[in-house]
């Protein structure tokens, strides 16, 4: 370890950005290894909603340390950093202790991924500052430990994770006028977590088991929308693939609702602009947050008719780029 110490820097930062999937994860088939029971397709989204993490492993740390948005963790959120960099520790045979400082570029546990970004980073920092050399692959495989979604934040542009592995299906430049206006709709943490609130779904609802015998041939639709940009057809499906994730979250027991009455009202919204041609999808993760999908053109229609609903922030993002690595250190 001491002649380790001195060939590598053990200090890595990344800039990890965000996704939206356009076909939803819920629900893990092997929970120790992330398996998800569905395929999901994902778009990254640009450094407007990203992470900028910094991990350095050191002698001098006698516990690891986590920072996240200027605030020192040492409940939940440091144990489930600490237990992912054991894994890493593990493959690369190091016996040190890290500090992690991480700054999001949007609000924490609002639903907008921040385990995506958040993990993604995470994975590339650390494994780098080790001196670890692995394929975008490899490293999807470990962000996907830390977090499922956080996989297919790795690659930029449009992200298939066939359930265990990622694969970037076109970059960031093929549908380049690509839009998902992210509508804040509050940015108080969830009380619900995804990881306890999937496992609740797998474990009791009915129409979950239904959505798992259909969701393959979304996978399928969706990806070839993507390749042809054929947007009507990827803005009904990524509508109804909503839809389908959150009437299993409220059938439920207990029931998950994540969205709110503003939620509901931007729903409303998106199906009366869509009144005589389809401009624009609304889908919803695990929180009251809307990402709206649409072209360019439609951006500044589509935000003036949203602003219009009391308390809303909106945030736009174009398809964006996989991990960056950075020498601009956040210590
Ligand atoms: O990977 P997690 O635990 O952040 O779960 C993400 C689940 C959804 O955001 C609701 C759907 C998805 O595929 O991103």
Known sequence: NILLFFIINMKSTVIACSNIAFVKYWGKLDKSKNIAMNSSISMTLDENLSTKTTVEFSKEFKEDILILNNEKYSDNKLLRVSNFLDIIRQKAKVDLFAKVISINSF???????????????????????????????????????????????????????????????KDEKHWDKLRDIIVIVSSVEKKISSRAGMKKTVDTSTKYKQRLTKVGKTIEVVQNAIIKKDFETLAINIMKDSDNMHECMFDTEPSLVYLNDTSNKIKEVVNKLNKNKIIAAYSFDAGPNAHIITRQENVELITRELLKIFGVQVVVSKPGQGIKYSDDHLF
């Open 107 to 169: 609000p924490t546990g609002t639903g907008i991924a921040s385990s995506a970004s958040g993990f993604s980073a995470l994975a590339a920092a650390s494994t780098k500052a080790l001196g670890l050399t692995l394929t975008n692959e490899e490293l999807a495989d470990y962000a996907r430990l830390g977090s499922g979604s956080a996989s297919r934040s790795i690659f930029g542009g449009f992200v298939l994770w066939d359930s265990e592995h990622c694969h970037q299906i």
